[in-house]
């Protein structure tokens, strides 16, 4: 069945997944209470799940980009396992002052740049301006509102100490991904 020209991006790290400082093994992957039963009501919508992830553990050299793969491979296991599925992962391994030859440098892929989002719209042709943007970060919400899409924060992860300074900025305060989830299906309904 073919998709919605939209998307809804999600950061990964404190959104889908328990935040523990450089994800860097399959084993250290805990999912968010909800967080896959919020993906798979999307999935049941034909609504397109894209995560967008910085990952400048890659730049430091606390692991590598096959170390990565390895995580979302085994991410992707967990969640299926819960009938959801994610379309693709986008990410960025850069770091603009800190780490390892090639990837300390200023990018447009690192949020809040919009470049993960602009690589996924060549990818698949999604509308941006009809997307969500979904993360715990304000650098998230930025991301979402650089391309007009509707920004939603979450408590989860970093949400709540960074609840304040976004306040101005996002469109919706969820307590989860799932709670996101539902917001984002009012929206549709509008």
Do not use: W
């Amino acid at each position: 069945m073919a998709h919605a020209n939209f998307a809804v991006f999600v950061d990964r790290d404190g959104t889908i997944n328990v935040d523990v400082d450089y994800l860097s093994s399959p084993s250290q992957i805990q999912l968010i209470p909800r967080s896959a039963d919020a993906i798979r009501e999307l999935n049941e919508l034909n609504i397109p799940v894209v995560v967008i992830t910085n990952q400048s553990g890659i730049a430091r050299g606390f692991y590598s980009e096959e170390d990565l793969e390895a995580v979302h491979d085994a991410m992707d296991t967990m969640l299926r396992s819960s009938q959801a599925t994610i379309l693709a992962y986008y990410y960025c391994p850069h770091h603009p002052t800190d780490g390892i030859a090639p990837f300390v440098k200023k990018c447009e892929c690192r949020k809040p740049n919009a470049g993960m989002l602009l690589e996924a719209q060549k990818d698949f042709g999604f509308d941006l301006k009809r997307s969500f943007v979904v993360g715990d970060k304000c650098v998230d919400v930025q991301t979402g509102k650089s391309v007009g899409a509707v920004s939603v924060q979450v408590a989860t992860g970093y949400g709540a100490a960074e609840k304040e300074l976004c306040n101005e900025l996002r469109d919706y305060y969820a307590l989860d991904l799932y709670d996101a989830v539902q917001f984002i299906k009012t929206k549709l309904n509008q």
